[in-house]
């Protein structure tokens, strides 16, 4: 007792495309219209079903990808690369170092000077100095 359903494919629950129905027709040429008709509906609901898995997981994957994007902003802004009392503190000896090591120079500078002062001094009274070999007649 074999009753086939005359439902045109048109008016079943789930709408068959035409890819689907070409490839049922070219597959199955000699299958009851009722076989066609639930392997298309069959087809269309695999079909449907890949695209709502996709579609899922790509959400999903765009959500994943959004929230590690957020979770590593949110770590770089929390956790301070760089400790600004630190940077600051550093500064600081650098500047002093750099003071020290200027105020050194300057001494140097000083203490250069006041040597080539008495060097001068030194050469200035050597040629002015009178010769005790002056009492000659010229």
Same mark, same amino acid.
């Not at 890819?19 to 609901?45: G, S």
């Not at 959500?63 to 940077?87: C, G, P, S």
């Given at each position: 007792?074999?009753?086939?359903?005359?439902?045109?494919?048109?008016?079943?629950?789930?709408?068959?495309?035409?890819?689907?129905?070409?490839?049922?027709?070219?597959?199955?040429?000699?299958?009851?219209?009722?076989?066609?008709?639930?392997?298309?509906?069959?087809?269309?609901?695999?079909?449907?079903?890949?695209?709502? *898995? +996709?579609?899922?997981?790509?959400?999903?994957? %765009? /959500? =994943?990808?959004?929230? #590690?994007?957020?979770?590593?902003?949110?770590?770089?802004?929390?956790?301070?690369?760089?400790?600004?009392?630190?940077?600051?503190?550093?500064?600081?000896?650098?500047?002093?170092?750099?003071?020290?090591?200027?105020?050194?120079?300057?001494? *140097? +500078?000083?203490?250069?000077?006041?040597?080539? %002062? /008495? =060097?001068?001094?030194? #050469?200035?009274?050597?040629?002015?100095?009178?010769?005790?070999?002056?009492?000659?007649?010229?």
């Amino acid at each position: 007792m074999t009753t086939e359903s005359n439902i045109p494919p048109e008016s079943s629950l789930v709408e068959i495309s035409t890819e689907t129905r070409d490839m049922v027709n070219r597959e199955m040429p000699n299958e009851t219209d009722k076989v066609k008709n639930e392997t298309m509906a069959l087809i269309e609901a695999i079909k449907k079903r890949a695209q709502a *898995e +996709i579609q899922g997981a790509s959400k999903l994957t %765009s /959500d =994943a990808y959004l929230t #590690a994007i957020h979770e590593a902003r949110t770590a770089v802004e929390q956790n301070q690369l760089f400790d600004k009392d630190r940077i600051e503190y550093t500064m600081k000896l650098i500047q002093m170092d750099a003071q020290k090591n200027w105020e050194s120079i300057l001494k *140097e +500078i000083s203490v250069f000077g006041d040597r080539l %002062s /008495d =060097a001068a001094k030194a #050469a200035w009274e050597a040629l002015t100095a009178p010769r005790s070999d002056d009492n000659s007649n010229v």
